[in-house]
């Protein structure tokens, strides 16, 4: 029957996802007849997502095991060796931070994709339910005019024209017309169940979309965090603790795995409903619908004919039968009982009301409204929903790879930057050219040491330099302050170095000088003293 079909053709992926192995927890081999309330079929579904937890247990296998002899292996070099390389550490995390990017990107689209397959098939559902509505509106509307407001009219003429018995036949004669209306109607298929059904499938696959996109959000947060975390180790690696980036690494890792999982199985049922949706959908409408309505429905062809087609023509034909015997009453009783002028205007309005009513429910009952929106869900499903699932999959997988490799790499880092604050550690506090011995906080204790700077006056205004003792004559160029200096005359006696010469070695002397001065003099003459 899904052969003959013309207007909808599945896409070859679901044929590929329909023909995935169907097992139940028994390892038996089940139909992939997609049947939701059948629990082998159920079962086989979870199996499907289960493999998902078979990857998951492999990679933490693997972690632990290579974790476990990274942290055995015993250190070949030396603890003072030199700075190993980080070419390799740094390739692997640009190709990490490319592939959660990508993946990142890949998953975006699909989640995109899955939006849109999702909102057009519960649009279509919407309208179809608002179609049956209206179909179950406007035959419980005529149903009701023609049991209580004809009947009423009809009863109260009875007793007007009782002395003629022509007119009161005439008058049985359009109750009969009008039992005729009540059982086509009374016939027509009930509609309010299927509505219901419709609305309750619209309403739960609109709830997991919603929640569905906001837990993707969240991960693909998440997956930019670690992402940030990893290219830029040298910074955020110290923000954090260990502990905390392996944990939050592990649960990303599961996230990953868990979601391939479920997207998997989703992809796989939905599959198996886009390869045969005619069969599901003959299956679950067979005991409130018959069979020929619900193929005019799904195919719409013009060789099928329409299933109310005979309703709606008595319908018409009693309707127009009965507005002919109306017209002749007022024409010919009115004259004779003008109390009769006030019901037969009352069933007149009735009628034409119905006939309204059944020009819109000719259109409506026609197979082209419905059947447009049955094509269009199983395009949004069938086509979007299943191949964004499909992305959403590859996104998942290509994360849990990634994340992998991250984990991998970490003790490497931690390494690299355990060595980097033991060569930091080495550097010798007291050196005065070490940067942190630059900033080293102002220190009372050194005060009172003397040093070749001294006060003259007792309110510590300082008048002049005393430089150290071996201020002579024969002091080379560079050493003349005179020429350097000509704008400052109290370095006169301060040995600096000049433009252009080479600067004079680091002895044991000027070391001893440098310390000797105190942390006011440092901040008094600022960097203007050079040593």
Not at 38 to 64: E, K, N, P, R
Not at 83 to 102: E, F, K, Q, Y
Not at 488 to 497: G, H, K, Q, T
């Amino acid at each position: 029957m899904a052969s003959s079909r013309q207007d909808y053709i599945a896409p070859w992926w679901t044929y590929w996802l329909h023909n995935f192995p169907h097992l139940n927890f028994n390892f038996q081999t089940v139909d992939s007849t997609f049947k939701p309330e059948d629990t082998s079929y159920q079962q086989s579904l979870i199996f499907l997502a289960c493999v998902s937890a078979v990857g998951l247990g492999l990679s933490l296998l693997v972690l632990s095991a290579y974790l476990t002899c990274l942290c055995c292996r015993r250190r070949e070099e030396a603890e003072e060796v030199k700075r190993p390389d980080t070419c390799c550490v740094t390739w692997a995390a640009v190709i990490t931070g490319l592939v959660i990017c990508s993946a990142v990107g890949v998953g975006f689209y699909g989640n995109s994709e899955t939006n849109d397959g999702v909102y057009q098939l519960t649009y279509s559902i919407y309208n179809a339910n608002h179609t049956l509505g209206s179909i179950g509106s406007l035959v419980g509307n005529s149903l009701a005019s023609m049991q209580v407001g004809l009947k009423e009219h009809l009863e109260r003429l009875d007793e007007i024209f009782s002395p003629r018995g022509d007119y009161t036949q005439t008058l049985h004669f359009m109750q009969q017309m009008a039992n005729n209306i009540i059982q086509q109607l009374t016939a027509m298929p009930d509609t309010m169940k299927v509505q219901v059904d419709l609305a309750a499938i619209a309403d739960k696959t609109s709830f997991i979309e919603y929640y569905s996109f906001g837990y993707l959000f969240i991960f693909y947060c998440l997956s930019l965090l670690l992402d940030l975390m990893w290219t830029d180790v040298g910074y955020l690696f110290l923000s954090f603790s260990h502990f905390s980036i392996m944990v939050c690494g592990v649960l990303t890792l599961i996230m990953s795995w868990a979601s391939l999982g479920a997207g998997t199985a989703t992809a796989v049922g939905t599959s198996d409903f886009c390869v045969s949706p005619d069969k599901f959908i003959v299956n679950q409408t067979k005991d409130s619908l018959s069979a020929d309505i619900v193929h005019y429905y799904l195919y719409c062809s013009q060789s099928l004919p329409n299933p109310f087609q005979q309703s709606l023509t008595i319908f018409l034909r009693s309707l127009t039968t009965m507005q002919i015997q109306v017209q002749g009453l007022l024409q010919f009783t009115v004259a004779v009982y003008p109390t009769a002028e006030k019901d037969l205007l009352g069933i007149q309005r009735i009628l034409n009301s119905s006939e309204f009513h059944l020009h819109q429910l000719t259109a409506l009952l026609d197979c082209r409204s419905l059947h447009k929106d049955y094509l269009e869900a199983l395009l949004g499903v069938c086509y979007d929903g299943v191949e964004g699932l499909l992305y959403l999959c590859l996104f998942s997988l290509l994360a849990a790879c990634a994340f992998c490799a991250l984990l991998c790499a970490v003790p490497h880092v931690w390494t690299l930057i355990a060595i980097r604050d033991r060569d930091y550690d080495d550097i010798d506090e007291e050196d005065p050219f070490n940067p942190s011995r630059r900033i080293t906080p102002y220190n009372p204790s050194r005060a009172q040491v003397h040093s070749f700077c001294s006060y003259s006056s007792s309110m510590g205004s300082q008048t002049s330099l005393h430089p150290p003792l071996q201020a002579t004559s024969s002091t080379p160029e560079y050493m003349n302050q005179s020429m350097l200096f000509e704008r400052s005359p109290r370095y006169e006696n301060v040995p600096l170095i000049g433009s252009g010469s080479p600067p004079p070695s680091y002895s044991p002397s000027m070391r001893t000088t440098y310390l000797s001065m105190t942390d006011a003099q440092i901040r008094h003459f600022g960097t203007d003293v050079q040593i």
